[in-house]
């Protein structure tokens, strides 16, 4: 009786201690930044198939949708849109055929123009093209040159219609940056589901999507400090949710004493400069993503205004001057650590 | 009064307690070692134990890693906007060096302490 005491007892102590789930992460650089899988799994061999399923399908999305990949099916629509007025392309009053997926991707990002007021726009190609912040170009565009591409740049120019696109204007594209990154995350989360995985972080360089909660408790996601290197303003505690931050820090050059960051204004062709950081928690991590850019262009009291007019969806804001504004749903849910 | 399986019994209590207050004990603290990738491939990992400089070749020029007391930074990086060498010196397990144009990450391994699971930026 005495031994079978001792070895229930000794059983239990081991599942206790921590012969459940365990951390299985690999970090790639993919997207043109650090993607992180990280999955909790009883099975070694399984947890490192979902991973890789899913670092492939990141891999996919992002030989479809970037622009710098010439063979990418957005450089294809943008090439062909260039040469779209001439008739040897072939092709019928200028309508070129998309695939479903990217068709689908396109009509959220109309949807999430909408919303915003224009200020989320994919058709912001041409205004990417004189700024170059993907480049080593340090210059800011002339008047003259940031006022053709504006012409250039109008979503309701783009038009959508039965898995075919078309451009009411010759020199028109489409940049899918502002929310590719968050279509990956969800397609990549969208595979580890498939794999049967239950509890798991995807963070594509801060765009990121947490599933489960982590060991029984719920993710804890830090909010950069928009003015503090490698500080953190807040944490909040998610659960199934994306969390995604469009921020003035990222991509940016000084020159004559100003600043120029990434985020351009689809109706002036400069900089937004109301916000310094936008963070959007929502159910996925593709409208999270467009909805955090729009939000930041849109400034801090419409942009919040938005939010609260979403349902499910949640948000921080910081402006220019550094103020924190959070949305109702979150209040109770976010912890300061390093305010000002 | 204690019967020969109690005794048994406390001294596996007291041992299987033992290796888990000394493995938490073992590797909490500060990293002791940091892994470095270029590309998407791990190069190597060093001890912080050691105070070095280490030269990598990253994807666009030369990248120098200095490691001193325990901690590592980014020295000198070809790069443009030198976001590596400003993220400055890292020592606690989970925190990252990364240097895009040059793909290189450097992390602090061991069981991660810090407060938050990830960061959105």
């Known amino acids: 009786m005495g031994r079978f ?37 009883s099975r070694k061999a399984e947890a490192g198939e979902a991973i890789d399923s899913s670092m492939k399908e990141i891999k996919r999305v992002e030989q479809k949708m970037s622009r710098f990949l010439p063979a990418s099916e957005v450089s294809r629509i943008n090439k062909q849109a260039l040469s779209a007025g001439k008739s040897a392309s072939g092709l019928k009053e200028g309508w070129i055929p998309v695939s479903s997926e990217l068709f689908s991707l396109l009509e959220e990002s109309v949807r999430l123009s909408n919303l915003t007021k224009g200020c989320f726009d994919v058709t912001v190609c041409p205004l990417w093209k004189i700024w170059k912040f993907e480049g080593e170009n340090i210059e800011v565009p002339s008047k003259r040159e940031i006022e053709t591409a504006l012409e250039l740049v109008a979503y309701k120019n783009m038009i959508l219609q039965d898995g075919k696109i078309k451009f009411a ?74 969390i995604v931050t469009s921020g003035d820090y990222e991509r940016f050059f000084f020159t004559e004493g100003k600043r120029y960051h990434h985020i351009v204004n689809p109706k002036t062709g400069y900089p937004a400069e109301e916000c310094q950081s936008v963070t959007i928690v929502a159910k996925k991590a593709t409208f999270a993503d467009g909805l955090a850019t729009g939000v930041f262009v849109l400034g801090p009291k419409e942009g919040m205004a938005l939010i609260e007019s979403l349902e499910e969806v949640e948000g921080v804001i910081v402006n220019k001057e550094g103020e924190v504004s959070v949305s109702s749903g979150l209040v109770s849910k976010i912890e300061y650590v390093n305010q000002k | ?110 069981k991660e302490s810090s407060k938050a699971d990830a960061v959105s930026y």
Request: proline share 2%.
């Open chain 1, 5 to 41: 005491r001792i070895l229930i007892f000794l059983l239990l102590l081991f599942f206790i201690c921590g012969c459940g789930k365990k951390e299985y992460s690999r970090v790639e650089f993919l997207m043109d930044t650090v993607v992180e899988i990280k999955v909790y799994h």
């Open chain 1, 169 to 242: 204007k010759k020199g028109m594209g489409i940049d899918l940056g502002g929310i590719a990154k968050g279509y990956a995350v969800d397609a990549a989360i969208n595979v580890l589901k498939e794999k049967n995985v239950k509890s798991a972080m995807v963070n594509a360089g801060g765009d990121i999507y947490v599933l489960g909660r982590k060991q029984g408790k719920p993710w804890r996601i830090g909010i950069r400090h928009p003015r503090k290197e490698g500080e953190i303003l807040g944490i909040v505690e998610v659960e199934d949710r994306a």
């Open chain 2, 1 to 110: 009064m204690l019967t020969r399986n109690d005794k048994i019994l406390i001294f596996s209590l007291v041992t299987v307690a033992a290796f888990f207050f000394l493995r938490l004990f073992l590797i909490s603290g500060e990293g002791s070692e940091a892994l470095i990738k270029v590309g998407n491939r791990p190069i190597q990992r060093v001890s912080l134990r050691m105070d070095r400089t280490i030269d990598l070749e990253g994807e666009k020029g030369s990248v120098i890693l200095e490691v001193r007391e325990g901690r590592v930074r980014v020295a000198e990086s070809s790069c443009l906007q030198k976001i590596c060498v400003n993220t400055r010196w890292i020592d606690k397990p989970g925190q990252t060096i990364v240097c895009l144009p040059n793909k290189v990450l450097v992390t602090i391994e061991g």
